[in-house]
């Protein structure tokens, strides 16, 4: 083997790039011959399309846009308007019927027997049922109240009956003294936090309305008080022979069902708005699907900057033809718009098309377009069925002369491969050594690849010895570094609940090393029987030697504590303790608070820490952003001033280290405060440990796949006062707030 400027002469390389060159003079010149022949072919094809497209173009007239217009889109938009409002009247209907029942029996009671009743029922899904359900203020034990629920009772089955047959998710009856009546195959909507929760159907616009205006009544739209979904209500109320409102019974249509039948007939261009009395459109398309200013969505129409959607607008809700008006929207392109009243609620159906959908000379030249292809096709397959059969059998005969040449050289090349790889798969451990022979002896890359292995495996026998050593060291290190691991852990307060004697708090912490071991830490105890110790710190740097100053710190700082000092003095102790010793130049941050449970006062000190995130009762979780000491460790003499908190009965305390707003993700974008607080006050009522979790769960989903780099610690204390847990909490009964 031989090298010649770069050229290796005699080589593999040499023989498998005249192997290439030989195939690529085959395959370049057959190619040449098939593009040549297909490339004739395809011009005349474009040609003739392109000559049967032109002239069908032309064959479009403007006569046929003309009657597009006028006929189809004011027919179609009048059509479903008529439909929109057949879905209102039917549920209008619904209602009207409903009340006449109840106005039937409440002005005769003695023909009727009360019939039992009950409230939501836990896990109650897909079963119709009748539940009640009172407001804070309604009296359940009242026996004329009882009567009356009673008695209305006996329309229970009607009323399934008329959701079952008609697809309504819910009808429902509103009695003034603060009971609600519903009819639905869900239950669930009606619990909270494990018990029924109260509601009030006369705080609600359909009820308002009703009572006020006397009549039957459909609101604009409203959240669902239970699924939480965008709903239309219907609603009528119900009068006693003296003329006294004795109920209000409504029904709920879901603007979903709504959207859905508005796109189940759309298509590409075309657009529908429903317009209430007021100019507000309920319902409209996305923003990016149709042209309005975003500022104009839920707002008066009638006043809107764009003079064809104003126009159209006010013309319609003052009950004026409108039309088919052509104009620009706000993307400037021109539509078509024609509007149509809904009688039933006074509210407009309008359609917008855009001027090409409208023009249908876009379906004609389709349809011409699909048969000059379908011919153009026919034509073309002809033609390339001919080009298959005559590349068929060059490229046959080109593959043979390949077979020939590649069975030839690949004997001479492959006999010694064949022969190193039985060599190779036959090392075994204590026995790496690979032997050159003469076989190998090729003078081309076979013979180097030989040395190589050679080479390699006395190599291998060498390293093999090293992995050994190091191997041992690391697993070595490794088991040390998993018992570090539970000493740390078992230094921490872990056991659940920790304090399970006492029912006037509650506490749990939680410690995520971003290593095998950290420098964040925690702690909770009972200094005496009134007063509970509360604390946490983060160490700077991370590992075992953050790990070792963090043991020294929570030992010093607890050890001082139970001394019974306040927060201050702990502080100032603990940094003297730690700089009188402290070569490494490490310091640690902490918070400290004491508090007393007979009254729940809380005395607490900030050496450098986070703020600490406070929740009043029936408050929201906020930043407490007290006043910050220097950190301990780093300068001898610091002094500490302590603050006053008065927690009251379901007051909870939030302490974290930096490593909870710090938490990074892969876009190196911090967690913040704003998402620890949105994460706390998403379910603020939860009891600490779901606390913790519900923290955890939304920095894990913000994070995700990235590496953590620091230490993630947290903690969360819930004062129940002396009274405890029951008397914050109260049970789930059914009757009482959970």
Request: with cysteine.
């Amino acid at each position: 083997m031989k090298k010649f400027k770069g050229l290796i002469i005699g080589g593999i390389q040499n023989k498998i790039f005249n192997l290439i060159l030989f195939t690529v003079i085959l395959l370049v010149g057959a190619s040449t011959a098939v593009f040549l022949y297909h490339n004739h072919m395809l011009s005349d094809l474009v040609s003739e399309s392109g000559a049967k497209q032109q002239k069908a173009i032309g064959e479009v007239t403007s006569e046929v846009l003309d009657q597009t217009i006028t006929v189809t889109l004011g027919r179609s938009n009048r059509m479903e308007a008529m439909i929109a409002d057949g879905m209102f009247d039917a549920t209008a209907d619904r209602v009207a019927q409903t009340a006449d029942y109840a106005a039937t029996i409440l002005a005769h009671p003695d023909e009727y027997k009360p019939q039992k009743y009950a409230g939501p029922v836990s896990g109650r899904e897909g079963e119709w049922a009748l539940k009640v359900i009172f407001a804070e203020s309604a009296d359940a034990s009242d026996p004329d109240l009882q009567k009356k629920i009673g008695l209305l009772a006996n329309m229970a089955e009607s009323m399934i009956s008329m959701c079952r047959t008609s697809g309504m998710p819910s009808i429902y009856i509103a009695l003034p003294e603060g009971v609600h009546m519903s009819v639905s195959d869900d239950d669930g909507g009606w619990f909270v936090n494990g018990g029924v929760r109260r509601y009030d159907p006369r705080t609600r616009g359909w009820y308002q309305r009703a009572a006020e205006e006397g009549k039957m009544v459909f609101t604009d739209g409203e959240y669902d008080a239970t699924s939480g979904a965008y709903c239309i209500e219907c609603a009528a109320p119900v009068y006693g022979p003296d003329g006294s409102l004795c109920a209000v019974i409504g029904a709920d249509m879901f603007l979903s069902d709504m959207q859905k039948f508005m796109e189940d007939y759309r298509i590409d261009g075309e657009y529908r708005l429903l317009i209430n009395p007021s100019g507000r459109a309920v319902l409209a398309p996305l923003e990016e699907e149709f042209p309005m200013d975003a500022e104009e969505r839920g707002t008066d129409l009638r006043e809107s900057r764009n003079e064809l959607l104003r126009e159209t607008v006010n013309n319609a809700t003052a009950a004026r033809d409108t039309g088919v008006r052509l104009g620009k929207l706000a993307d400037g392109k021109y539509y078509y718009i024609s509007a149509s009243d809904i009688p039933t609620t006074g509210w407009v159906m309008i359609s917008a098309y855009t001027q090409e959908v409208v023009g249908q000379t876009v379906q004609l030249m389709q349809g011409n377009n699909e048969q000059i292809q379908k011919e153009s096709a026919e034509v073309y397959q002809h033609k390339r069925d001919k080009a298959i059969n005559s590349s068929l059998v060059l490229m046959l005969g080109i593959a043979a002369v390949m077979l020939i040449a590649a069975i030839l050289q690949g004997r001479r090349i492959v006999r010694p491969l064949n022969k190193m790889t039985k060599h190779v798969s036959e090392l075994r451990e204590g026995n790496l050594e690979f032997q050159m022979e003469d076989t190998y002896r090729t003078g081309d890359e076979v013979e180097e690849l030989a040395q190589s292995f050679a080479t390699l495996t006395r190599k291998i026998q060498e390293y093999v010895e090293t992995v050994k050593t190091v191997t041992a060291e690391k697993e070595r290190i490794g088991t040390e570094l998993t018992l570090a691991t539970q000493i740390q852990a078992s230094m921490l307060p872990h056991i659940v609940p920790a304090f399970p004697d006492r029912n006037d708090f509650d506490v749990l912490g939680s410690m995520d090393p971003a290593k095998e071991v950290g420098g964040d830490f925690y702690d909770y105890f009972l200094i005496d029987p009134d007063h509970l110790g509360v604390l946490i710190a983060d160490v700077s740097g991370k590992g075992v030697p953050a790990a070792l100053f963090m043991m020294a710190s929570k030992i010093i700082l607890q050890s001082v504590a139970m001394l019974g000092g306040s927060p201050a003095e702990i502080l100032t102790k603990t940094n003297e303790a730690i700089c009188s010793n402290n070569e490494a130049q490490m310091f640690v941050t902490v918070w400290v608070g004491i508090l007393e449970l007979s009254t729940g006062k809380l005395t607490a000190a900030n050496a450098g820490h986070e703020y600490p995130v406070l929740k009043n009762p029936d408050g929201r979780f906020e930043l407490l952003k007290d006043k910050h000491g220097f950190v301990i460790g780093g300068m001898e003499g610091a002094r500490y001033r302590e603050y006053e908190l008065q927690l009251r009965p379901g007051s909870k305390l939030f302490l974290y280290t930096d490593g909870v707003p710090e938490a990074t993700s892969a876009e190196k974008e911090l967690f913040g405060t704003d998402r620890m607080l949105e994460a706390l006050n998403e379910k603020p009522d939860d009891a600490p440990a779901n606390i913790l979790k519900n923290v955890r769960k939304a920095v894990d989903g913000f994070v995700k796949e990235a590496e953590q780099f620091d230490d993630l610690t947290m903690l969360c204390l819930e004062y129940y006062g002396p009274e405890g847990k029951k008397a914050v909490r109260g049970e789930a009964d059914g009757t009482r707030e959970g």
